[in-house]
T-cell receptor
Framework: QQQVKQSPQSLIVQKGGISIINCAYE??????FPWYQQFPGKGPALLIA?????SEKKEGRFTISFNKSAKQFSLHIMDSQPGDSATYFC?????????????FGKGTKLSVIP | GAGVSQSPSNKVTEKGKDVELRCDPI?????LYWYRQSLGQGLEFLIY????????KSGLPSDRFSAERTGGSVSTLTIQRTQQEDSAVYLC??????????????FGPGTRLTVL
């Protein structure tokens, strides 16, 4: 059973456009929702994270929108640049178990074309 | 500063052999995680260490997988009697372990394991 569903699998965006990646989760106990960016040959790196008590968080060109009732959250990349081309993973965790083990979506490969 | 390091970066082994993968976490980080990244399954949690507490092994796929963390620092993931389905990138992450606000997980570059 896939606990975090991510879409689309791949995304092509023109430079300067908006990239939107969506995730849906099933476990209502999740209370931490990070997005990771991964370049080929590298480990994932945290981009931005949100808790369910806020509906939106913005850091530079990256925004997370969170809809608790729908159990959905999304990443928006404004003014997308070729350097943003990477694979993006949404994830979820709950702190109640004492660890923050991440449950990941399957990833979105973003290509930003000049 | 130094990030999470993993060795080897690549490992090719024959089916049935044992392998050991090493992770050096960021100095001072008390929490350490192992994940596996494979084409079909994405990123999967394997095991978690926090300080001197008993590890959370709930993600280990079989009893052929084990891990230890010596002195609260370096960790070794061991896969016995490797199978072709074990081929994947094994990622290690560490975090300060002081609560969710500061518990960003920092990932190493991974070890790519290929089982022939």
């Amino acid at each position: 059973q896939q606990q975090v569903k991510q879409s689309p699998q791949s995304l092509i965006v023109q430079k300067g456009g908006i990239s939107i990646i969506n995730c849906a989760y099933e476990n209502t106990a999740f209370d931490y929702f990070p997005w990771y960016q991964q370049f080929p040959g590298k480990g994932p790196a945290l981009l931005i994270a949100i808790r369910p008590d806020v509906s939106e968080k913005k850091e530079g060109r990256f925004t997370i929108s969170f809809n608790k009732s729908a159990k959905q959250f999304s990443l928006h990349i404004m003014d997308s640049q070729p350097g943003d081309s990477a694979t993006y993973f949404c994830a979820a965790a709950y702190s109640g178990a004492g660890s923050y083990q991440l449950t990941f979506g399957k990833g979105t490969k973003l290509s930003v074309i000049p | 500063g130094a990030g999470v390091s993993q060795s080897p970066s690549n490992k090719v082994t024959e089916k049935g052999k044992d392998v050991e993968l090493r992770c050096d976490p960021i100095s001072g980080h008390t929490a350490l995680y192992w994940y596996r990244q494979s084409l079909g399954q994405g990123l999967e949690f394997l095991i978690y260490f926090q300080g001197n507490s008993a590890p959370d092994k709930s993600g280990l796929p079989s009893d052929r997988f084990s891990a230890e963390r010596t002195g609260g620092s370096v960790s070794t993931l061991t896969i016995q009697r490797t199978q072709q389905e074990d081929s994947a990138v094994y990622l290690c992450a560490s975090s300060p372990g002081r609560g969710w606000e500061t518990d960003t997980q920092y990932f190493g570059p991974g070890t790519r394991l290929t089982v022939l």
